[in-house]
């Protein structure tokens, strides 16, 4: 009986540590789902600055934890993509170069704005923290608006461009058939003249003959 007991408890706890398995992958599945996702540190769940063997390990963790092949979680395959993307993103020096800067200059605007200095107190408090990633996303977003408008405009200038190509290879086309067509038919051209020239030749011979044929008196 006692064995019987032993054996309902083991499974008992087995389904309660299955149960909580699953609460941390649904948690952290809606977790990466709301973070900022222009933000791969807010994604990853980490603090900017940290190493490379930090952003390693914590993306191995996490992948095993939410991969779908391990959860019934219908978002954890776009959770898994956004997780994967933030660690690309991270291990990419230029980008991860270009977001350690936009953080910087949230932090120093932020600095501005309210008339503090790098050693106020007021940066070591929970508020400034908070301050500081809301002014992040604001720099985040203003630079993806500034990165499309350009993107958008160098497409328009390679359109343009590309415009500019097509007219000319079909210039170059057009006078290059023009040429074709001039030169095929040299040969009419130059038999057509030779017949114009015999016949003009003629006409004047025949004008001779009937000038000395014409009686005098």
Same mark, same amino acid.
């Given at each position: ?13 087995? $389904?309660? &540590?299955?149960?909580?398995?699953? +609460?941390?992958?649904?948690?952290? @599945?809606?977790? @990466?789902?709301?973070? +900022? ?20 390990? !914590? ?7 939410? %991969? ?17 993307? $933030?660690? !690309? *993103?991270?291990?990419?020096?230029? %980008? ?7 953080? $910087?200059? $949230? ?14 107190? *007021? ?17 985040? @977003?203003?630079?993806? %608006? ?11 200038? *390679? ?11 079909? *210039? ?10 001039? &030169? ?5 051209? @130059?038999?057509?003249?030779? !017949? ?9 011979? &025949? ?11």
């Amino acid at each position: 009986m006692a064995a019987d007991d032993s054996k309902d408890d083991a499974a008992a706890l087995s $389904a309660l &540590e299955l149960e909580a398995k699953e +609460f941390d992958k649904d948690a952290e @599945i809606d977790r @990466i789902l709301r973070a +900022f996702r222009l933000d791969a540190y807010a994604v990853l769940d980490l603090q900017p600055g940290v190493a490379e063997s930090d952003i390693k390990s !914590t993306y191995r963790k996490k992948s095993m934890l939410i %991969h779908p092949d391990k959860t019934k979680n219908p978002q954890a395959p776009d959770a898994f993509d956004r997780l994967k993307k $933030a660690q !690309t *993103e991270l291990m990419d020096e230029k %980008h991860r170069e270009r977001l350690d800067e936009a953080i $910087a200059d $949230a932090r120093m605007l932020l600095i501005r704005e309210n008339k503090w200095t790098v050693d106020s107190p *007021e940066l070591k408090t929970d508020d400034f923290a908070k301050k500081w990633r809301e002014k992040s996303k604001e720099v985040l @977003i203003d630079n993806e %608006h500034r990165r499309r408008r350009q993107m958008r405009a160098q497409m328009q200038e *390679e359109g343009r461009e590309q415009r500019k190509q097509d007219a000319e290879l079909e *210039e170059r086309k057009r006078k290059r058939q023009h040429e074709q067509d001039w &030169e095929s038919t040299r040969d009419e051209r @130059i038999s057509s003249w030779r !017949t114009f020239q015999k016949g003009k030749t003629g006409g004047d011979g &025949e004008k001779k003959k009937k000038k000395k044929l014409k009686p005098i008196g």
